[in-house]
């Protein structure tokens, strides 16, 4: 069995003309990265965001990055209101970000049955 979460984030790139890179940013976890090309930060930071939030997950500690990021659960998915994509807008505008575009991180996981390894329900039940 397979679960996909998918996290939506907002990322930022921008020319550094000190060093001729491209700099990306995601506001909401605070992880840069760099390219040579927008398209290639852009890339890193995707990157680096799947790479940041898998580590997290194996080291069971995504939720406590999370809260201390400011998140908290909703009972209901709800689109953000027009305040909270201000405020994040206004994070990236402070930094003087050139692009703003949006991200979809995945997070696949997949149960140990699923692979052939052991867990309490694949295991054989006494008799």
């Known amino acids: 069995m397979k679960i996909k979460f998918t996290i939506n984030l907002k990322g930022a790139t921008r020319h550094d003309e000190q060093t001729n890179l491209f700099v990306g940013f995601c506001p909401a976890l605070k992880i840069y990265s760099q390219g040579t090309t927008e398209q290639e930060a852009r890339h890193a930071l995707e990157s680096s965001l799947c790479l940041f939030v898998e580590t997290c997950y ?14 908290n659960p909703i009972g209901t998915p709800e689109p953000l209101s027009t305040h909270e994509a201000c405020e994040e807008f206004i994070m990236i505008e402070r930094a003087k970000f050139d692009w703003v575009f949006d991200m979809n991180v995945p997070l696949e996981l997949v149960a140990a049955a699923a692979r052939g390894g052991n867990n309490a329900s694949s295991g054989s039940r006494a008799s």
């Open 58 to 71: 194996k080291h069971g500690i995504l939720d406590r990055v999370l809260t201390n990021a400011g998140f």
